[in-house]
C-alpha cells in the first residue's frame, strides 16, 4: 500500500520467534544474562550463544565495576534469517542501557564482527531490550526499598513475539 510516506516493502508476513532464556553468566567480569532469538527454530544454534558470549567477553568495558557501571548486563543471540547477530547491552548512569551490536554471516557464527550500519535491534531483540528496561525500572530505580539487583537478575523474559 502507498500513502505519503512512500511504499514500505515487506519481505514477508510476520512470523512470531521465540525469545529463550539461557541464565546468568559472568563474563569477563560482568554478570549477564543471555538470550537466544531463533528465525528458524526454539533457540539459536550453540555455536552463535558460545560466540555471543565470546564476543562480549572483549565488547563489555573494563573493569566491569568503574565510575558510573555496575557490571550488569544482558547479551542477545538472534539466528536471523540473514545474518547471525549478538547485541551486547550494560547498565550504566544508573537509567541507561549502552550498547554494541555484531553481525555474522549465517554460516559462520564465530566470525561476529561490529555491525556495518546503524540499526540498534528489529522488533524481536526490542521486545528483550523492552522487558530488561522495564525490569531494571521495577527491581532498581523504583523498588520501594532501594535498589535490588538480585531481583532483577532473577527476572527474565522468554516469550514468542
Known sequence: MSDQYGTISVRQPHRPRAISYHGVRTVAGWTVKLYGISANGAVPRAGLLHATTEIAASALPSPPRAGDRYGIGFAIAHDAADYCFALVDWWSGENEIHQ??????????????????????????????????????????????????????????????
Not at 561476529?112 to 525500572?137: K, M, N, Y
Open 100 to 161: 554494541r551490536l555484531y553481525s555474522a554471516p549465517l554460516d559462520r557464527p564465530a566470525e561476529l564482527r561490529p555491525h556495518p550500519s546503524q540499526a540498534i535491534g528489529c522488533v524481536w531483540e526490542l521486545a528483550v531490550t523492552d522487558f530488561e528496561r522495564r525490569a531494571w525500572l521495577r527491581h532498581v530505580l523504583a523498588a520501594p526499598d532501594g535498589p535490588d539487583v538480585a531481583a532483577y537478575l532473577w527476572s527474565h523474559f522468554e516469550e514468542r513475539i
